[in-house]
């Protein structure tokens, strides 16, 4: 099983919620989405171009700075209680995804300011926008 399989199976879902969506849903999906392996389903660059490349899509990032951004993903990893991980393997993930999250075509926000003003502005981004059509065709 593991991370691959985990992953193929998010994607999976990912398009099956997409197919049951509303119009005008929001859907939440963790950074490591983004960083998938590009062979790890068929329909993979598919989704990822097109979550990339919705106006309403919003990258939330501890920094934009990478030394911050490690040390703030390295400090909220180690402290769920809920899995079991280490600072160094963090440092990794966090170092190898940094730059894919920086590349993204898509809006970004640092979430290491307070939740209220982290959402007000997701907030102005949504609001620029016409719609919330974020949904792409299976």
Request: proline share 5%.
């Amino acid at each position: 099983h593991g991370y691959l399989s985990y992953a193929h199976e998010n994607v999976e879902l990912y398009f099956e919620l997409l197919r049951k969506s509303e119009p005008n849903s929001i859907f939440v999906l963790s950074s490591g989405f983004m960083c998938y392996p590009s062979d790890v389903h068929f329909q993979y660059g598919l989704a990822r171009k097109s979550i990339e490349s919705q106006s309403t899509t919003v990258m939330l990032v501890p920094s934009f700075e990478m030394e911050e951004c490690v040390r703030l993903t390295v400090a909220r990893q180690c402290a769920k209680t809920y899995i079991s991980t280490c600072p160094e393997k963090e440092e990794a993930v966090i170092r190898s995804r940094f730059p894919v999250y920086m590349g993204l075509s898509c809006s970004k926000l640092e979430t290491k300011h307070p939740p209220s003003e982290v959402m007000a502005r997701a907030a102005e981004i949504w609001a620029r926008e016409a719609s919330f059509d974020t949904a792409v065709e299976a």
